[in-house]
C-alpha cells in the first residue's frame, strides 16, 4: 500500500478538499503510476454535484491522467519503469463478454469499472486522477511514447477518444459535412479531430466570442445557436452533428440541422431528459445517436495518431487548489478549452 495525496468531495454541495488515499501494492499484472497531469472533465463536475445521481463519497474524480511508471508487477510485459503512460474512464471490465472480447469495454455487458466512482474488482472504492498516483491493470493503461507536453495531452484520454470513436465509427471525413455543437473540452477536441479526418467542419455555439477560436482549431464555419436567423440557413446541412452540450437543450431545433438521412450523434450527458418530438425525426428519415468514450484499442490508435500529427488539446494548466474556480468558469461556458492539473501543487 502507498499514499497518495488528493482531492476529493465530501458530498453534493461543499468545496472539494485536500484526502488522502491508499493506493494497493501493485498486484501481478499491475503497473504503479506517478500522476503528472489530470484533465478536469464536464462529468467530473457532474459527479462531483451529484447531477446523474450515484455519486458515492468521498469521490476523487478525474479520467484523464497523464504519469509515469514507478513500479510494475511481475507479470507485466508491455510497460515498465520510467515510461509515460495514460488511464483513460475506465479501469476494469469482465474481458469475457462480446464487447469487451471486440474491445469495446465501455459497453461491457457486465458494466465497466470506471476510474473514478465505480467499485473494484476487490469491492474498494476507485478514486481518481485528482490524486498523486494511481495503481492500473496494464490491460487499461495507454502508451504514450515520447511527447513534450504532457497537460496537453491528458484530455486526449477522454475528450480526445470521446468524440474520436464516434467519428471513426461513423467513418466521418472527406466529402461530409460535420457540425459540432458547443466548443468546450469535447468539442474543441471535435473541431481537431474532424478537421483532421477531412470533413468541412461547422462548430455551433451559444458564444460569439467563440468564432475565431473555432476558425484557429480547423472550423470552416460558426454558427451562433442564439441568433435564429443563422441557425435557420443552417437547416438541412449537415451529414452528422456532434452534441457536446453538458445541460439541457433542444434536440428537435439541431436535428432540423441535418440533411436527409443525416445523424445527430449525442456525447453531451445532460443530467435531465432531452424530448425530441417525433417528426423531428421521421422527416428527413434523420437518426439520432449516442456514444460514450472509447475502448482501450482505439484510445491507443487515437494516441498513435495524435502524436503523429501533433494533435492535442489547448489547456490552461492550473494548480489542484484552483479546482472551484475552474468549474465555475466551466459552468459558464468558459472554458478555453480545457482545464489540466498539475500534480505537483499536491506534492
Ligand atoms: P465543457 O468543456 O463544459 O463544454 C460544454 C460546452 O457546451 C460549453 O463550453 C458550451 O459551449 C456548451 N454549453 C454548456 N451549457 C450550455 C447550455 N445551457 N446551452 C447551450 N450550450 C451550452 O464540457 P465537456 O467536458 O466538453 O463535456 C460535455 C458533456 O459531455 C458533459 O455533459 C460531459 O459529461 C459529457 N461527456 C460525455 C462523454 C461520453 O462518453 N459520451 C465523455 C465525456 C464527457 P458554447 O459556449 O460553445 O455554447
Ligand atoms: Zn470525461
Avoid at 14 to 41: H, N, Q, W, Y
Avoid at 230 to 255: E, N, Q
Avoid at 314 to 330: C, F, G, L, S, W
Amino acid at each position: 500500500m502507498s499514499k497518495a495525496n488528493a482531492y476529493a468531495a465530501f458530498d453534493a454541495r461543499s468545496p472539494m478538499k485536500p484526502f488522502s488515499l491508499e493506493r494497493r501494492a501493485p498486484r501481478e499484472t499491475d503497473v504503479a503510476i506517478d500522476i503528472l497531469f489530470c484533465g478536469v472533465c464536464h462529468s467530473d463536475l457532474h459527479q462531483v454535484r451529484d447531477e446523474w445521481s450515484g455519486s458515492k463519497y468521498p469521490l476523487v474524480p478525474g479520467h484523464e491522467i497523464v504519469g509515469r511508471v514507478t513500479r510494475v508487477g511481475s507479470n507485466v510485459s508491455r510497460f515498465k519503469v520510467g515510461d509515460q503512460v495514460g488511464v483513460g474512464c475506465f479501469v476494469g471490465s469482465c474481458g469475457a463478454c462480446d464487447p469487451c472480447k471486440r474491445g469495446l469495454e465501455q459497453y461491457c455487458a457486465n458494466g465497466f469499472i470506471g476510474t473514478y466512482n465505480g467499485t473494484d474488482k476487490d469491492g474498494s472504492p476507485t478514486q481518481g486522477g485528482y490524486s498523486t498516483s494511481i495503481v492500473v491493470d496494464e490491460s487499461f493503461v495507454l502508451r504514450l511514447g515520447k511527447v513534450d507536453r504532457l497537460d496537453a495531452v491528458a484530455p486526449l484520454l477522454c475528450a480526445g477518444i470521446t468524440t474520436w470513436s464516434p467519428l471513426r465509427h461513423w467513418k466521418v471525413g472527406k466529402g461530409h459535412k460535420l457540425g459540432v455543437l458547443g466548443l468546450g473540452g469535447l468539442g474543441h477536441m471535435a473541431v481537431k479531430l474532424g478537421a483532421a479526418f477531412g470533413a468541412e467542419v461547422t462548430l455551433l455555439s451559444s458564444s460569439p466570442k467563440k468564432k475565431a477560436d473555432a476558425a484557429r482549431l480547423g472550423a470552416h464555419d460558426f454558427v451562433v445557436t442564439s441568433e435564429a436567423s443563422a441557425l435557420a440557413k443552417a437547416r438541412g446541412r449537415f451529414d452528422y452533428l456532434i452534441d457536446t452540450v453538458s445541460a439541457p437543450h433542444d434536440l428537435a431545433t439541431y436535428a432540423g440541422l441535418l440533411k436527409l438521412d443525416g445523424t445527430l450523434i449525442i456525447v453531451g450527458a445532460s443530467p435531465t431528459p432531452l424530448p425530441l418530438p417525433a417528426f423531428s425525426l421521421i422527416m428527413g428519415r434523420r437518426s439520432i445517436a449516442g456514444s460514450l468514450v472509447g475502448g482501450i484499442k482505439e484510445t491507443q490508435e487515437m494516441l498513435d495518431f495524435c502524436a503523429e500529427k501533433k494533435i492535442t488539446a489547448d489547456v490552461e494548466t492550473i494548480p489542484m487548489q484552483e479546482i472551484e474556480k475552474a468549474y465555475e468558469r466551466m459552468l459558464k461556458g468558459d472554458v478555453r478549452y480545457r482545464f489540466s492539473i498539475d500534480l505537483a501543487s499536491l506534492r
